[in-house]
């Protein structure tokens, strides 16, 4: 029997880090577990050059070249369209897939949507984020106006476009269907952990602890992107509501981005600054070594539209490692963690809320084995990429069926 063969559209992938990135990089290696045959492509968002092709993690990735629209504002987002379907087309000819997979965002789809009815072939897209309401956090649109309002149209169109919708995660499938998409279109395919790749850590690094002066110290910490809405200015003014209560409680902010200066002088003008150990961002492989320093693993993601409605892959990461997960009760965490079981959740938006749990847990130690085990069965049972991505080859198959029912009936 042929092997199905899948060819995936990303925005980008590997060499580069990114959640995005390994989501994907974990989909193609659990559909090749299944003897799924896989061709990896992406936009010119990868890099602004790079080569036709190139191997990474044993896999090769198809690259896009830019066209001349590219550095001309409005005009380039058409360039990234109108350059991956003549890469499409290219690729399709050469490597017959049966199968086009687009993921986000809806560029890609739109893009894979004019080439899958030119050669006659399915297109599932895969819908990650709202990225229109990403850009609100990041200020580079406000909710509603002319931008937010074209890629919201662009979104619809992308869905619209492919013959079945993945998700990942309920809120992201809620709101598609409230746009049109049908129930059995949709499917969810929720973000999981590499449990190989996330062993449960028991013990500090001790050479990390000695360089940041943290033996003695009770440890909160977060790793990842500093953007407004993952709340961090809500974590430090819940720092400073404990800061004489709890003489040896510190903050551990382990990356960097949009908000790390505005961090910094939040931090001195609270007076906190001796308390709060920004350490840049550090490579991917010393990526755990850090997890092992943390005893709480914060995530105090603001209430806005992307957080209620996506989900996050960190708190499952930290829940792989044995780690002791607090997370406000936005929508996207309640979709992963079960208050007073796996975690800890409260009120978002809300440093007293957040000063409290903090105080709570704290007092409440002989708990923390218990949550802690609960959330590393969960991943293990539940939240791994294995389950996560199953629904594929069925999703795949009944498409194909689709297909050959329709030829059928032409017939």
Same mark, same amino acid.
């Given at each position: 029997?042929?092997?199905?063969?899948?060819?995936?559209?990303?925005? %980008?992938?590997?060499?580069?880090?990114?959640?995005?990135?390994?989501? $994907?990089?974990?989909?193609?290696?659990? @559909?090749?577990?299944?003897?799924?045959?896989?061709?990896?492509?992406?936009?010119?968002?990868?890099?602004?050059?790079?080569?036709?092709?190139?191997?990474?993690?044993?896999?090769?990735?198809?690259?896009?070249?830019?066209?001349?629209?590219?550095?001309?504002?409005?005009?380039? @987002?058409?360039?990234?369209?109108?350059?991956?379907?003549?890469?499409?087309?290219?690729? *399709?000819?050469?490597?017959?897939?049966?199968?086009?997979?687009?993921?986000?965002?809806?560029?890609?789809? *739109?893009?894979?949507?004019?080439?899958?009815?030119?050669?006659?072939?399915?297109?599932?897209?895969?819908?990650?984020? +709202?990225?229109?309401?990403?850009?609100?956090?990041?200020?580079?649109?406000?909710?509603?106006?002319?931008?937010?309002?074209?890629?919201?149209? &662009?979104?619809?169109?992308?869905? %619209?476009?492919?013959?079945?919708?993945?998700?990942?995660?309920?809120?992201?499938?809620?709101?598609?269907?409230?746009?049109?998409?049908?129930?059995?279109? *949709?499917?969810?395919?929720?973000?999981?952990?590499?449990?190989?790749?996330?062993?449960?850590?028991?013990?500090?690094?001790?050479?990390?602890?000695?360089?940041?002066?943290?033996?003695?110290?009770?440890?909160?910490?977060?790793?990842? +992107?500093?953007?407004?809405?993952?709340?961090? %200015?809500? &974590?430090?003014?819940?720092?400073?509501?404990?800061?004489?209560? /709890?003489?040896?409680?510190?903050?551990?902010?382990?990356?960097?981005?949009?908000?790390?200066?505005?961090?910094?002088?939040?931090?001195? @003008?609270?007076?906190?600054?001796?308390?709060?150990?920004?350490?840049?961002?550090?490579?991917? /492989?010393?990526?755990?070594?850090?997890?092992?320093?943390?005893?709480?693993?914060?995530?105090?993601?603001?209430?806005?539209?992307?957080?209620?409605?996506?989900?996050?892959?960190?708190?499952?990461?930290?829940?792989?490692?044995?780690?002791?997960?607090?997370?406000?009760?936005?929508?996207?965490?309640?979709?992963?963690? @079960?208050?007073?079981?796996?975690?800890?959740?409260?009120?978002?938006?809300?440093?007293?809320?957040?000063?409290?749990?903090? $105080?709570?847990?704290?007092?409440?130690?002989?708990?923390?084995?218990?949550?802690?085990?609960?959330?590393?069965?969960?991943?293990?049972?539940?939240?791994?990429?294995?389950?996560?991505?199953?629904?594929?080859?069925?999703?795949?198959?009944?498409?194909? /069926?689709?297909?050959?029912?329709?030829?059928?009936?032409?017939?």
């Amino acid at each position: 029997m042929t092997p199905l063969k899948v060819l995936h559209i990303f925005d %980008h992938s590997v060499p580069l880090h990114s959640g995005y990135s390994f989501r $994907s990089l974990a989909i193609l290696r659990e @559909q090749h577990k299944l003897g799924i045959e896989t061709v990896q492509l992406t936009s010119t968002k990868h890099y602004a050059e790079a080569p036709a092709d190139e191997m990474v993690d044993g896999l090769k990735f198809y690259r896009t070249a830019q066209g001349a629209l590219a550095k001309v504002p409005v005009l380039n @987002q058409w360039d990234v369209i109108s350059t991956l379907k003549q890469r499409l087309a290219e690729l *399709i000819t050469q490597e017959k897939p049966d199968i086009l997979h687009a993921h986000s965002p809806s560029l890609n789809a *739109i893009a894979a949507a004019s080439v899958a009815r030119r050669f006659g072939i399915p297109l599932v897209y895969e819908m990650r984020a +709202s990225w229109e309401d990403a850009a609100v956090s990041h200020g580079t649109c406000k909710e509603g106006d002319l931008r937010y309002r074209l890629g919201q149209w &662009l979104e619809k169109k992308a869905l %619209h476009s492919a013959d079945h919708v993945v998700t990942i995660c309920q809120g992201l499938a809620t709101q598609v269907q409230q746009w049109g998409i049908q129930a059995n279109n *949709i499917s969810i395919v929720p973000n999981g952990v590499d449990i190989d790749a996330f062993p449960p850590l028991t013990e500090r690094n001790s050479d990390l602890a000695s360089k940041h002066q943290l033996e003695g110290k009770t440890v909160l910490g977060f790793l990842g +992107s500093f953007y407004r809405y993952e709340g961090l %200015h809500i &974590l430090l003014d819940a720092l400073a509501k404990l800061k004489d209560s /709890q003489p040896n409680l510190v903050l551990l902010l382990v990356g960097g981005g949009l908000q790390e200066q505005a961090l910094k002088a939040q931090a001195e @003008q609270l007076g906190i600054s001796d308390r709060v150990i920004f350490t840049g961002r550090v490579p991917h /492989q010393q990526v755990a070594q850090y997890y092992s320093l943390v005893d709480i693993f914060v995530y105090p993601r603001e209430s806005i539209r992307l957080t209620e409605l996506v989900t996050p892959l960190k708190p499952l990461e930290a829940m792989a490692q044995l780690g002791l997960v607090l997370a406000s009760d936005i929508g996207g965490h309640r979709e992963l963690i @079960q208050h007073g079981e796996t975690g800890v959740l409260f009120k978002a938006d809300d440093a007293a809320a957040l000063a409290l749990s903090i $105080s709570e847990l704290l007092a409440n130690q002989h708990d923390w084995d218990r949550l802690k085990q609960n959330g590393r069965r969960f991943v293990e049972q539940v939240r791994n990429w294995k389950n996560s991505t199953a629904p594929y080859p069925d999703i795949y198959r009944a498409l194909l /069926q689709k297909q050959n029912d329709n030829k059928k009936n032409v017939r």
